[in-house]
């Protein structure tokens, strides 16, 4: 059923100027040879110097889909203690950015201070979303795209629709408003539209400045 979802959206996607990930206060991605986030020839290992590295550096393992990660977490003018910081950093990437909203499902932690210039931090990351439907997750310039996507998403009999968008131009009412409609006109022949389930929207995050949403056409 995926197969036949990507195949029909390609042809919209390919009529978009561009995609990216909605990143609402600019989180910025590591890659991997950045010697800002890994420490030394340890690939493994995240070093981080201030707080914005640090939700970065869980941001990047979050992207890689890792189950457990290191970080060396050196003291700097914008952190408090390693244990207050990792706190305020794992509650801002699972509670505030797009991805960590949608997929990750916990963050757990333990600091060992023993080294002198630096903590070192444990991290296990637990999802609550398939690599498989994070892969599925459509990237769009601005939600105009979701008419055209999630028609086509209804008549190829998909489950779900998940897009991530750059830019939100429209109102969350905006939003529902658009997917009552495709649900209206994309109805099977033969059903009676009070008798069918209304498809299920979510915000994530859900605090008013959405990344990414998702459409349950079949609850």
């Known amino acids: 059923m995926k ?17 990216g990930s909605f990143l609402n206060r600019e989180y910025s991605s590591s890659e991997p040879h950045s010697a800002t986030y890994f420490g030394g020839e340890d690939r493994s290992v995240l ?7 640090l939700v970065n550096g869980l941001l990047t393992l979050v992207t ?3 189950s457990q990660g290191t970080v060396w977490l050196y003291p700097s003018a914008d952190t408090t203690g ?9 509650a801002e990437v699972q509670q505030e950015t797009p991805l960590g909203a949608y997929a990750v499902d916990y963050l757990t932690y ?12 444990q991290l296990t990351i637990g999802y609550r979303r398939t690599a498989e439907q994070v892969g599925a997750m459509v990237h769009v310039t601005s939600v105009s795209a979701l008419y055209d996507l ?16 750059a830019y939100f131009d429209q109102s969350p009412e905006e939003i529902r408003s658009t997917v009552e409609q495709v649900r209206r006109e994309t109805l099977p022949e033969g059903a009676v539209w009070e008798e069918t389930a209304p498809w ?10 959405a990344g990414i949403v998702e459409i349950l056409l079949e609850n």
């Open 150 to 165: 999630l028609t086509a998403a209804a008549q190829a009999h998909a489950a779900e629709l998940v897009i991530q968008a």
């Open 110 to 121: 333990t600091i060992d201070d023993t080294a002198h210039n630096y903590s070192a931090v």
């Open 200 to 209: 299920q929207v979510n915000f994530y995050p859900d605090n008013g400045h």
């Open 82 to 90: 390693p244990a207050e910081t990792m706190e305020r950093a794992c």
């Open 64 to 66: 890689e889909r890792a």
């Open 3 to 19: 197969k036949r979802l990507i195949a029909a959206v390609l042809p919209l996607l390919l009529l978009l100027t561009g995609c």
């Open 47 to 53: 070093r981080v110097e201030t707080y914005q590295d």
